[in-house]
């Protein structure tokens, strides 16, 4: 069975500091992972996934099959960087997302 | 471009009732995916309709049915409700079955009494 887990619900850290929210699954064929974002009183939304390989708003992510880890990272986090972050993973039946519980990024002044 | 759209926002019901969530897919969009999300959890996938068939399905019972119309949009149906029903549940929706991403809805947030 596939999982996703994000070891911490929430985060906290000064504006400007670095972040890097962490991610690790289990799954037996090759994963496609992403990162979505929530913020306040937004609708879920796409923030990368790793085959693109690009880095949205300062973020970047790489896929580590070893680890198998997908850990979220900003060099210098901002004020508007707050939000919830989900992990998923897509695999499986009807390509299915599978979501880690999500960690609370939260960039204080 | 439309996005996803859900309804009802927000919907009361209690413990044995039936309810029907729906949702309205982004435009030239022709898959849409299911999930409940408990407080406090991640989403977790329930089903997915692609060309108005049955596309995969999560670890639900069969009291969650769901339909997909000709035109895209779907509905999500909850039979004998129980109290761990209470969630919000979001609606996804891409194009195709292969790797393009899902765009998410508001969400419908049902509570059980």
């Known amino acids: 069975a596939q999982r996703v887990t994000q070891p911490e619900k929430l985060l906290s850290v000064f504006k400007g500091a670095p972040v890097e929210l962490k991610c690790n699954y289990s799954?037996?064929?090759?994963?496609?992972l992403f990162w979505y974002v929530q913020y306040s009183r937004q609708r879920l939304q796409l923030l990368l996934r790793?085959?693109s390989r690009e880095s949205i708003k300062g973020f970047t992510a790489d896929l580590n099959k070893g680890e198998t880890s997908f850990h979220l990272k900003k060099p210098f986090a901002q004020e508007e960087d707050s939000a919830m972050y989900y992990c998923a993973l897509r695999g499986g039946a009807g390509n299915m997302l599978t979501f880690g519980g999500g960690t609370r990024l939260m960039v204080k002044p | 471009e439309t996005g996803v759209t859900q309804s009802p926002t927000h919907l009361i019901k209690t413990r044995g009732q039936q309810v029907t969530l729906r949702c309205s897919s982004q435009?030239?969009?022709?898959?849409v995916s299911w999930y409940q999300q408990a407080l406090g959890q991640g989403p977790q996938f329930i089903f997915q309709y692609y060309r108005e068939e049955e596309n995969g399905r999560g670890n639900f019972p069969p009291r969650f049915s769901g339909l997909q119309f000709p035109n895209y949009s779907s509905e999500l149906n909850v039979n004998a409700l129980e109290l761990d029903d209470s969630a919000l549940y979001l609606c996804a929706s891409s194009l195709g079955t292969g790797n393009q991403p899902q765009h998410f809805g508001d969400g419908t947030r049902l509570s059980i009494l």
């Open positions: 799954y037996s064929g090759s994963p496609e």
């Open positions: 790793h085959i």
């Open positions: 435009s030239g969009h022709n898959t």
